[in-house]
């Protein structure tokens, strides 16, 4: 399973990696508050207590920063064990795993600061929003692609396009309370979002469920 590398560490002696890893947990809680354009590597650096050479040595660039930091929330969030196949589990079961930690995702805060960034300045910087694209979501759904197409080869899951499906999964668990959030209207309770949850995964088995 590589299709999310867990990169976050990095190689390099443990003062380099806590170093690093502080460079890092800033950018997360700077990006998702300021915006890419709103954070400079001097907020970055004071932020992790470093130099800003320190954080140029580690990263070379803001848009590399940015790449890493979406890559390491995703790997945090979303590890690979998450989407490793157990043929002889329910995959019912499996899929539950994925929805919560995808949807406990999505639903951070710093998840719907991102969100409501990008929205704001697509225009401005389409070339953004891509980068985070490939760096984030689409990982991510290539992993559970790769995970449904390991369920259909062991005929638990009928499913022609995998990568289809995978998309359509994740587009069905951010539905309505997604939407709800972003626009500040109120947060679903933890019983909503379960029921949310398993019907979604339901209904997904009836669509895609081994004939």
Same mark, same amino acid.
């Given at each position: 399973?590589?299709?999310?590398?867990?990169?976050?560490?990095?190689?390099?002696?443990?003062?380099?990696?806590?170093?690093?890893?502080?460079?890092?947990?800033?950018?997360?809680?700077?990006?998702?508050?300021?915006?890419?354009?709103?954070?400079?590597?001097?907020?970055?650096?004071?932020? /992790?207590?470093?130099?800003?050479?320190?954080?140029?040595?580690?990263?070379?660039?803001?848009?590399?920063?940015?790449?890493?930091?979406?890559?390491?929330?995703?790997?945090?969030?979303?590890?690979?064990?998450?989407?490793?196949?157990?043929?002889? /589990?329910?995959?019912?079961?499996?899929?539950?795993?994925v929805a919560r930690a995808f949807f406990a995702m999505m639903m951070s805060d710093g998840?719907?600061?991102?969100?409501?960034?990008?929205?704001?300045?697509?225009?401005?910087?389409?070339?953004?929003?891509?980068?985070?694209?490939?760096?984030?979501?689409?990982?991510?759904?290539? /992993?559970?692609?790769?995970?449904?197409?390991?369920?259909?080869?062991?005929?638990?899951?009928?499913?022609?396009?995998?990568?289809?499906?995978?998309?359509?999964?994740?587009?069905?668990?951010?539905?309505?309370?997604?939407?709800?959030?972003?626009?500040?209207?109120?947060?679903?309770?933890?019983?909503?979002?379960?029921?949310?949850?398993?019907?979604?995964?339901?209904?997904?088995?009836?669509?895609?469920?081994?004939?």
């Amino acid at each position: 399973m590589n299709a999310l590398p867990e990169r976050c560490s990095g190689p390099g002696r443990p003062k380099d990696l806590e170093k690093r890893a502080a460079i890092l947990e800033a950018a997360k809680r700077l990006f998702p508050r300021h915006g890419f354009e709103g954070t400079s590597m001097d907020a970055v650096a004071a932020e /992790a207590g470093v130099s800003k050479l320190t954080v140029y040595s580690h990263f070379g660039g803001k848009e590399a920063l940015f790449i890493e930091t979406i890559r390491c929330k995703c790997d945090g969030l979303m590890p690979c064990s998450l989407f490793e196949v157990n043929v002889d /589990a329910p995959v019912r079961g499996q899929l539950l795993g994925v929805a919560r930690a995808f949807f406990a995702m999505m639903m951070s805060d710093g998840a719907l600061g991102m969100h409501r960034t990008l929205v704001a300045s697509s225009q401005q910087s389409p070339k953004l929003a891509k980068l985070f694209w490939e760096a984030g979501p689409m990982q991510v759904q290539a /992993a559970l692609a790769e995970m449904l197409q390991e369920e259909v080869d062991a005929r638990q899951l009928d499913i022609a396009d995998t990568r289809r499906a995978a998309s359509q999964f994740f587009s069905l668990l951010k539905g309505e309370h997604h939407a709800r959030m972003l626009f500040g209207c109120g947060q679903p309770t933890t019983q909503e979002v379960e029921a949310h949850l398993e019907a979604t995964v339901d209904m997904f088995l009836r669509a895609y469920g081994s004939r």
